[in-house]
T-cell receptor, first 112, second 114 residues
Framework: DTEVTQTPKHLVMGMTNKKSLKCEQHMGHRAMYWYKQKAKKPPELMFVYSYEKLSINESVPSRFSPECPNSSLLNLHLHALQPEDSALYLC???????????FGEGSRLTVL | AQSVTQPDIHITVSEGASLELRCNYSYGATPYLFWYVQSPGQGLQLLLKYFSGDTLVQGIKGFEAEFKRSQSSFNLRKPSVHWSDAAEYFCAVGQYNQGGKLIFGQGTELSVKP
């Protein structure tokens, strides 16, 4: 099993809503990542979890809250988002930090 | 500061023609280098990687890349392009001493004409 699974694939939310993005991997990887990607741009790193601990936060606004319940799961909790937060959110995992990343298909988020 | 440059924003090649996508990096130590491909609305798929050893690396889908330290380059090549290769291609450098951060280039969009 070499997949990173993200749900939902599409999400539309208002600025006052609370929602969550979910990511799961069963490759035994110990590092998991959240990236944000705007159209026609490269992915931008948001958070890195290593051995279930947050190791990197790229100065992401607090309206984005990551959570790593266990080594296979990664969540991104969303609250009071802005329309400019609309983007493709990509989850990735790697066996170790700085190794090759395996990406999920992404969650397309639209904030109205 | 570390950086990755992909000089070509958009390239169009004819089906069956050869392809070379350019990537230059700036990094103080021996880098980990990657090429990823992304089809519209999809995630990123790893094409190939360079960590050490042989400077010519083979990847999936018939792609290869050559690491040239003297030129700080890691160009992606394919001898014969197929229509299904049309996609966005990202070069990336891994910072193994900074907790797993990948720095991506701006991407090169490949179009394939019949």
């Amino acid at each position: 099993d070499t997949e990173v699974t993200q749900t939902p694939k599409h999400l539309v939310m208002g600025m006052t809503n609370k929602k969550s993005l979910k990511c799961e991997q069963h490759m035994g990887h110990r590092a998991m990542y959240w990236y944000k990607q705007k159209a026609k741009k490269p992915p931008e790193l948001m958070f890195v979890y290593s051995y279930e601990k947050l190791s990197i936060n790229e100065s992401v606004p607090s309206r984005f809250s990551p959570e790593c319940p266990n080594s296979s799961l990664l969540n991104l909790h969303l609250h009071a988002l802005q329309p400019e937060d609309s983007a493709l959110y990509l989850c990735a995992s790697s066996q170790q930090e700085a190794g090759e990343l395996f990406f999920g298909e992404g969650s397309r988020l639209t904030v109205l | 500061a570390q950086s990755v440059t992909q000089p070509d924003i958009h390239i169009t090649v004819s089906e069956g023609a050869s392809l070379e996508l350019r990537c230059n990096y700036s990094y103080g130590a021996t880098p980990y280098l990657f090429w990823y491909v992304q089809s519209p609305g999809q995630g990123l798929q790893l094409l190939l990687k360079y960590f050490s050893g042989d400077t010519l690396v083979q990847g999936i889908k018939g792609f290869e890349a050559e690491f040239k330290r003297s030129q700080s380059s890691f160009n992606l090549r394919k001898p014969s392009v197929h229509w299904s290769d049309a996609a966005e291609y990202f070069c990336a450098v891994g910072q193994y001493n900074q907790g797993g951060k990948l720095i991506f280039g701006q991407g090169t969009e490949l179009s394939v004409k019949p």
